[in-house]
């Protein structure tokens, strides 16, 4: 069971452990984690220098708090401010990145902090797996995705033309501080989007979590802290768990692609773009999911309704033709859901549902299957 911790607020803040072994760590929930960063930091690694790596948008709003907190100039090796966006997780900016952190002269024992959304834990962890062979992490995730899946886990990379998250490394953080208070300046497409992976570990391994968003997603998206908290809180440890039981994806940590391998895809298919988050991606990607589950036989009729019902409640895509812009064709996501890092022998990784709460991997998915299902999908 998580615990309460002496930071500040400790009524408030939230603590789950990812118990690795020599490689231990806790992720922090809670609001007003970022003005306390330096101290908590601190107690918890020891006194070090730092260098940020953060985009635009957050340093707009949080990046004086936290370099207050983290003590000034004193111990600040430096900051690398990036765009924000997808495409920022590219070849180019890890470059950019990787050299600006040596310029800084960046030493074995100082540390990185990622301080953004997904695409700054990925790129940042990315980089600190490989500077120096190694430099110790710690993430400040500010989106509601990166709180609840990318910051937690170890899973660092960068995207290549030839799909997402192809080039990277398992490399954990050495702590985690997810201030809830940060996520009031998101805006609520990005809440949305994020939303869908704590949705997920409802519909993977636990209906009465999936049930208890049914009821109280209204809380979660308001100023409620205490159900975001939970929200987070539940999704974390959930993560956790399966990340201690397989760390490097060799088993059920596959579930939590639940709806990445059509999402991924759709994301290839719109170039990253604007035209759809990941997390949206993730939504349609999980409805489609269900979809095809219940069309084979797998899950009981209404199932796929449900989620999907959720999901638009919620404000979410469920449908590839809800992706604004052109309309996809079957060949195609067929042809880029084949790039899929879970693609062994040729045969595509699936995770399908046998109800909420029951998902489950499969090879024994038949292409031409997929296929026809993505067509009628479409409509084509
Ligand atoms: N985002 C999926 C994972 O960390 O395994």
Excluded at 11 to 33: F, H
Excluded at 186 to 205: D, T
Excluded at 290 to 314: I, M, W
Excluded at 325 to 338: F, K, N, P
């Amino acid at each position: 069971m998580p615990t309460a911790v002496n930071v500040p607020s400790a009524g408030l803040t939230r603590t789950v452990q990812v118990p690795l072994e020599g490689r231990a760590y806790d992720v922090l929930i809670g609001p007003g984690l970022l003005a306390q960063a330096g101290r908590i930091i601190a107690q918890r690694l020891g006194t070090a220098r730092y260098a940020i790596v953060t985009d635009e948008n957050v340093a707009h709003y949080h990046l004086a708090t936290l370099e207050k907190s983290l003590g000034g100039e004193e111990r600040l090796l430096g900051k690398v401010v990036l765009q924000p966006g997808e495409a920022t997780k590219c070849f180019r900016e890890l470059q950019k990145v990787c050299e600006a952190l040596l310029e800084m002269k960046l030493e074995r024992g100082d540390l990185v902090v990622a301080f953004g959304g997904g695409v700054i834990g990925d790129l940042a962890g990315f980089a600190s797996s490989i500077l120096r062979r190694g430099v110790r992490f710690v993430q400040i995730p500010t989106s509601l995705l990166a709180q609840v899946d990318s910051s937690v886990g170890g899973k660092t990379g960068i995207n290549t033309p030839q799909g997402k998250n192809l080039i990277g490394t398992f490399s954990q953080p050495s702590l985690v501080l997810a201030d809830t208070d940060v996520l009031s300046t998101l805006p609520a497409r990005e809440m949305r989007a994020g939303y869908a992976e704590v949705a997920k570990y409802g519909l993977i391994w636990d209906e009465g979590f999936f049930s208890w968003l049914e009821e109280s997603w209204r809380s979660v998206f308001g100023n409620d802290v205490s159900a975001l908290t939970h929200a987070i809180e539940t999704s974390v440890k959930a993560k956790s768990d399966v990340v201690v039981r397989d760390e490097k994806e060799t088993g059920d940590r596959a579930l939590l692609n639940l709806g990445h391998t059509f999402g991924h895809a759709l994301e290839a298919w719109t170039g990253y773009s604007d035209r759809l988050l990941h997390g949206e991606g993730v939504a349609i990607g999980i409805c489609l999911a269900f979809r095809f589950s219940e069309a084979q036989g797998l899950c009981p009729k209404g199932t796929a309704q449900r989620v999907t019902t959720h999901f638009r409640d919620v404000g979410l895509p469920t449908r590839i033709n809800d992706i604004p812009g052109g309309r996809a064709d079957a060949d195609e996501l067929m042809r880029l859901m084949a790039q899929d890092k879970k693609v062994r022998e040729g045969r595509l990784t699936f995770i399908l549902a046998r109800d909420i709460g029951a998902a489950f991997i499969t090879r024994e998915v038949e292409p031409e299957a997929v296929r026809a299902f993505l067509a009628r999908e479409i409509g084509g």
